[in-house]
Structures are given as C-alpha cells and as structure tokens.
T-cell receptor, first 115, second 113 residues
Framework: GAGVSQTPSNKVTEKGKYVELRCDPISGHTALYWYRQSLGQGPEFLIYFQGTGAADDSGLPNDRFFAVRPEGSVSTLKIQRTERGDSAVYLC?????????????FGPGTRLTVT | DAKTTQPPSMDCAEGRAANLPCNHSTISGNEYVYWYRQIHSQGPQYIIHGLKNNETNEMASLIITEDRKSSTLILPHATLRDTAVYYCIVRVAFSGGYNKLIFGAGTRLAVHP
C-alpha cells in the first residue's frame, strides 16, 4: 500500500522567505510526527499530532515554526522568515496510534535549503 | 530520558552476521528499546523493538541483557543492502502514551563484498 509521502522532495528558498512542507500520512493513521535531520546527525523530534491537535510541540525550535493538521490527515509544517540554519531534511512519520507498540512509518523527507 | 551509546561505525562482510551493540545503562523499567535504520537518502525504517525478552522477526534479532543495560541487534546474514545507519532508541514514556523517538548519532554499518 501507499506509504507516507512528502512534498516537495526538495525546496530551495532565500533567507527571509516563507515555506510550507506537506505530509500525507498512511490512510487511517491517527498519529503524525515531524522530525528535522541536519547533516550527519540523527533525526530530531519537532511536533506530534494525535488527530487534529498538536499534543506535543516541545521540539519546535522557535515561533517561526508552526504546524497544522486541520482534518486529522494531511499536515503542513510552516516556517516563517527562514534562516540558513533552517536548512535540513524535514521528515514526517505516521503511526496507527500513539501507544508503545505502534511503529512509526517515515516518509522520504523534504530537503530544505535556505540560501 | 535514557540515553544510548553506540559505536560510530562498524564493518561487516557480506553473508556474515552483523552484531550491533548499544548501551543504555540508565533505562527505566517501562522503557522499550527500539531499533531503526536509515539507508542513504531515505527516511528511517523500523526494525524491531523489545522490553525484556529477546525478540526476532524477519529482519533481525534483538538480544537484551538481563539487567537491560545493553542490547545487541543481530542481522544474521548481512547483505550489501543492509549498509545503513542503525539507531538504537529508548522510548520516552509520557502519560499520553505516544512514541516520541529520541535519535542519537547511530552506528554507520558498512557491508562489503
């Protein structure tokens, strides 16, 4: 079946611009996660949605970052006034539920480059 | 949060078993050990997880020591396609029960012919 998809696969933007990154989770998965991965490092947790609500946004680095999931399916990560330090691969993952035994399925990521 | 320690890199000959160690000496009694791997330019892929007992699935085996302070992921017959970064993760347990994964730097496994 279809896995987690993310668009665009690559995004190049200028410093100061606004960007939106989209995640389509696996159908029926209620839990959705965003992670950020800088070069040579492991993924870093950003935010978790259970349904439509952000249950944990403690990983968002500052108020320039915001994410929504209005209908409990597709999610959009929004970055305002982008900075060069925001350059990274942004990963989305989904799972059936939030509990211990539910593995997370990751998308291929969006590579964001801020010039 | 319990932290994990893994060697930065390992080599393995194709067809041989790859044994990837992980130390998690501060693990709590209700925290699981998860293993994910990340092949170049792809998102991480779930491999296996366990709490106390050893676990096996079609991809790998997970051996957890009796004191739960360390574990070993075993790929019984490594292939070139197993070349990846392997992450050992101790699940952070929140009251909401969700699965917030805290990734370290992982072990870069290189399988060679």
């Amino acid at each position: 079946g279809a896995g987690v998809s993310q668009t665009p696969s690559n995004k190049v933007t200028e410093k100061g611009k606004y960007v939106e990154l989209r995640c389509d989770p696996i159908s029926g998965h209620t839990a959705l996660y965003w992670y950020r991965q800088s070069l040579g490092q492991g993924p870093e947790f950003l935010i978790y949605f259970q349904g439509t609500g952000a249950a944990d946004d403690s990983g968002l680095p500052n108020d320039r970052f915001f994410a929504v999931r209005p209908e409990g399916s597709v999610s959009t990560l929004k970055i305002q006034r982008t900075e060069r330090g925001d350059s990274a691969v942004y990963l989305c993952a989904s799972s059936l539920g939030g509990g211990d035994s539910y593995e997370q399925y990751f998308g291929p990521g969006t590579r964001l480059t801020v010039t | 949060d319990a932290k994990t320690t893994q060697p930065p890199s390992m080599d393995c000959a194709e067809g041989r078993a790859a044994n990837l160690p992980c130390n998690h000496s501060t693990i709590s009694g209700n925290e699981y050990v998860y293993w994910y791997r990340q092949i170049h330019s792809q998102g991480p892929q779930y491999i296996i997880h366990g709490l106390k007992n050893n676990e096996t699935n079609e991809m790998a085996s997970l051996i957890i020591t009796e004191d739960r302070k360390s574990s070993t992921l075993i790929l019984p017959h490594a292939t070139l396609r197993d070349t990846a970064v392997y992450y050992c993760i101790v699940r952070v347990a929140f009251s909401g029960g969700y699965n917030k994964l805290i990734f370290g730097a992982g072990t870069r496994l290189a399988v060679h012919p």
